[in-house]
């Protein structure tokens, strides 16, 4: 019972250094999406994906990029990092048909930037 | 602009008791409303849902409660656990289809006292 595996669980980077976090769901799963929470900030969507093949931005997109790469995977770039992007990041997935609207999460990725 | 609000960050209750979470909006599109609790390092899990033709919903101890002409929504939850203490997050979404971009409220961290 994996369901949304997300890597790493910690990660520190200097300013400037680039990183990815992956996402991998195994529910056969349409839609993923990328979250951020910070303190006192509740949950921001980054990017999402509604189906493999295509990508759209979310409310704080700007200073990421994602790849669907397949339908089980969905990975979060940091091309240059900044102390602003500190947080910690979760992964989620969910069926993309009318239901419960249930999002399945990750366990989240912790990012530290210097 | 915050969309959803949770003006409450935090709640303790005795064992035993009620608790009552309370969420507003302000987006009159909104058609469907989720509760997610987190637990320390981990991800959001669902907890229940309401679509917005509805103004009650149940799921064993929990119960959501929609007042769409008050734009609020409260989660009950009866009788109150150790285990429930989490952070609790209001979310809904005005997509009426097939995906979701959920907006999140801040969260209130619930403490049940045994």
């Known amino acids: 019972n994996a369901g949304v595996t997300q890597t790493p669980k910690f990660q520190v980077l200097k300013t400037g250094q680039s990183m990815t976090l992956q996402c991998a769901q195994d529910m056969n799963h349409n839609s993923m999406y990328w979250y951020r929470q910070d303190p006192g900030m509740g949950l921001r969507l980054i990017y999402y994906?509604?189906?493999?093949?295509?990508?759209d931005k979310g409310e704080v997109p700007n200073g990421y990029n994602v790849s669907r790469l397949n339908k089980r995977e969905f990975s979060l770039r940091l091309e240059s990092a900044a102390p602003s992007q500190t947080s910690v990041y979760f992964c989620a997935s969910e069926a993309g048909d009318w239901d419960t609207g249930e999002l399945f999460f990750g366990e989240g990725s912790r990012l530290t930037v210097l | 602009d915050q969309q959803v609000k949770q003006n409450s960050p935090s709640l303790s209750v005795q064992e035993g008791r009620i608790s009552i979470l309370n969420c507003d909006y302000t987006?009159?599109?909104?058609?469907?409303f989720l509760w997610y609790k987190k637990y320390p390092a981990e991800g959001p899990t669902f907890l229940i849902s309401i679509s917005s033709i509805k103004d009650k919903n149940e799921d064993g101890r929990f119960t959501v409660f929609l007042n769409k002409s008050a734009k609020h929504l409260s989660l009950h939850i009866v009788p109150s656990q150790p285990g429930d203490s989490a952070v609790y997050f209001c979310a809904a979404s005005d997509n009426g289809g097939s995906n979701y971009k959920l907006t999140f409220g801040k969260g209130t961290l619930l403490t049940v006292n045994p």
């Open positions: 994906s509604a189906s493999e093949g295509t990508t």
């Open positions: 987006n009159s599109m909104f058609d469907y």
